[in-house]
């Protein structure tokens, strides 16, 4: 499995595009904003000659979903999330004008991800790991033959997701973080919403909120 990573917008979120020698890939949080970032999006897509054939959220906040209808329209994907996302995305226009951003609202599926469920691409799956306490229906994709982890604002290298916002709750997190991510090997590289690649164990040692 490859990872291709392209941060995109002012947030500075991190879209990522995972493919295999398939040439089938998932994009996931596609965060692209400006004409420009989705067309940067778009030509990775075309001159690697990759087929979408899943759009995921990691969850449900504005900065991580600002190109999923343009996204979604482009490849005839409907985004998949977690149920609890479901009010981040209907109130996702609302949520653009606070932030400077003018949002189109897409269609979701009628199929929501739950815990443990299985999204398989090419030679890969993901496992989905239900992880709240930044936002309601916060979701990690975790491909345990490479030990690929993509944590959203679950966790960064050296810190962990704001609290303070809707649906956000420390204890929630520092419990989603120590008993689901924490227990995964040392040897996990984790891709975050934000920021670089860390792994598993260099947060055990080194994370000052775990």
Do not use: W
């Not at 995109?8 to 890939?25: K, P, S």
């Amino acid at each position: 499995m490859k990872i291709k990573t392209l941060s995109f917008n002012a947030f500075q979120v991190n879209t990522y595009i995972l493919f295999d020698d398939t040439n089938e890939c998932v994009i996931i949080d596609p965060a692209c904003y400006e004409p420009q970032e989705e067309e940067e999006l778009f030509r990775f897509i075309e001159e690697k000659e990759l087929l979408p054939v899943a759009l995921l959220l990691t969850h449900g906040h504005v900065d991580h979903i600002l190109g999923c209808k343009a996204v979604a329209t482009k490849y005839a994907l409907k985004p998949l999330m977690h149920h609890d996302a479901l009010p981040f995305i209907e109130k996702s226009q609302e949520q653009g004008m606070m932030f400077g951003f003018s949002v189109e609202k897409p269609d979701i599926s009628d199929e929501f991800l739950t815990e443990g469920d299985t999204i398989k691409f090419g030679h890969q799956t993901l496992q989905t790991i239900l992880a709240p306490g930044h936002a309601d229906g916060s979701l990690c994709f975790y491909n345990e033959p490479q030990k690929v982890l993509v944590s959203g604002d679950v966790l960064f290298q050296g810190s962990i997701g704001r609290t303070d916002l809707p649906t956000g709750d420390y204890n929630t997190l520092i419990s989603a973080i120590t008993d689901k991510l924490m227990v995964l090997p040392d040897d996990v590289k984790v891709f975050p919403g934000h920021g670089p690649s860390t792994t598993i164990g260099f947060e055990k040692e080194n994370n000052p909120f775990l």
